[in-house]
């Protein structure tokens, strides 16, 4: 059995937690800092990932290069991320390691160097990152997704802006750590091979003098469900939605993960089943718990062919809606096994254990003990999930697509007119048979009279849209839902032979406050009719 863990609070505030984790020979840290992306100003948009990057490029008395080989040299493996709450320092090493592993994390936090030489090439990355999402359509669909559903400041990104990149000054950046970058609210995790007292006293030594600071709270805004569509020339469809769920420290957050996990917890999930497997209409598709310190939201993500985008959003809110209907016994029997299976990793892991460890601390006031976690998913029951759902899945969700319109629908010819067309090319055929003897034997006139079949009429127009690649390897590795190809679908000829003149447009999402989509397309539509002789 895993040995209760234990807490001290610092007195600047700076809460230690320390789980010793006998059977492992690692240790992993987590020192989590109330400098996260909802606390970044208007016009600032991406600070906190440009800092991360500042951060790694030396402390104390050591330059970026000397960092690293430090670093390197102990066999330290370090690194600096910004959620929505915290920034975020992580290492793991081995265990003798700790006393320098503390000492480094003291000297980012206490001493950082932010050299004023290398915030351009910090910001230079940030803006990389930034405008990679345009070859990145689910991770755009996710931001956008986020902007959309969230109040503001919730609905910020890490990722940030063009502009607030770009505005970034070495005196902001310096501001903004002295703001932000303090005791006060910070939470310093470790697990692994330790004793919790040695933790203690050397969380005190590195730790004790830093600055208290003080919290910084937030006012969300008000939001509701909205319903977005980014157009974007693609041959694929990335389809974002969303609802409000409850936050970690409510009662009912178990039955929440239990019904993300009914509704895509493995390849037995009614996602994967239902709407990949028996009817192959994505190649990926999944739902996520998304927590707030004050609220939750469940995500959920597919990505498809354009000719599939409407099917498949139909079918992933069905399977939506179609939860609180019922939830079989066996469905809750699996995503037990599955929960139970992610905690005896948590007890393997030092870093996972860390994380958890940090983030129970965080919204909860507490570390929730491992038997309290298994006591809690064995409790589920098809009826406790099925009352929880009863009160919160809406009627309306928060709606994201990139890629054409999956709600346009084709047109469709009449029956007269696929009459017609059936017969003119018969007929044409016939004449252009005729006038090839003529031409042989040299009669101009029978030449001259002869009818020649006109290229645009002979075959239809081939658009982008209308046969995507589907079985390309794009999709991002975000579930298990991503890991198979789909089957390929029948490739049918379009009902109305058609010539689409597309006009790009560039957008100005890169420069906004999260991108959307790096081109907006216009399409005028002429018909050409099929067949058309020229005499």
Known sequence: MVPKAEHVA?????????????????????????????????????????????LQRGAGKLDSRAFAQALDRLGIDLNCSVGPHHLRIGATGLADKLPEILSFMRDIVLHPKLP???????????????????????????????????????????????????????????????????????????????????????????????????????????????????????QQTQIALAWNSVSPSHGDYYQAQGAVQVLSGGMSSRLFTEVRE????????????????????????????????????????????????????????????????????????????????????????RIRPLEEIEGAVAALTPKSILEFLAKSIPGELTQVTIGPDPNAKPAVKKPAEKAADKGAEPAAKGKKEAAEPAKAKGDSKVAAKAPAVTAKASAPASSKASAPAASKASAPAASKAAMKSPAKASEKPPAEKKTTATKTVKSSSAKGAAPSASKTTKKAEKKVPSNKLKK
């Open 10 to 54: 610092l007195r600047n505030g700076l809460a230690v937690l320390a789980q010793p984790m006998g059977h492992v020979r690692s240790v992993a840290i987590n020192l989590l800092i109330p400098a996260g992306f909802i606390h970044e100003a208007k016009g600032e948009e991406g600070i906190g990932n440009v800092l991360c990057e500042m």
């Open 116 to 234: 004023s030489a290398e915030l351009s090439a910090a910001k230079a990355l940030a803006l990389q990152e930034l405008l990679g999402l345009d070859d990145d359509p689910r991770g755009q669909a996710l931001v956008e997704l986020r902007r959309h559903h969230f109040p503001h400041p919730y609905s910020n990104n890490r990722y940030g802006s063009e502009e607030g990149i770009k505005g970034i000054t070495h005196a902001s950046l310096k501001a903004h750590w002295e703001k932000f970058g303090h005791a006060k609210g910070s939470i310093l995790s470790v697990a692994g091979l330790i004793e919790a007292d040695k933790v203690r006293d050397l969380a005190e030594k590195y730790f004790g003098d830093w600055a208290p600071g003080k919290e910084h709270l937030i006012k969300p805004s008000k939001s509701g469900p909205t319903v977005t569509h980014l157009a974007k020339d693609t």
């Open 278 to 365: 028996k009817q192959g209409l994505c190649y990926a598709v999944w739902a996520s718990y998304v927590p707030l310190i004050d609220r939750g939201a469940i995500f959920c993500y597919a990505g498809t062919t354009n000719d599939r985008a409407h099917l498949t959003m139909e079918a992933v809110k069905k399977e939506i809606r179609r939860l609180k209907d019922g939830i079989t016994k066996e469905e809750v029997e699996r995503v037990k096994v599955g929960l139970k299976t992610s905690l005896l990793m948590q007890e393997d892991s030092s870093a996972a254990r860390s994380s958890s460890m940090a983030s129970d601390w965080f919204y909860l006031g």
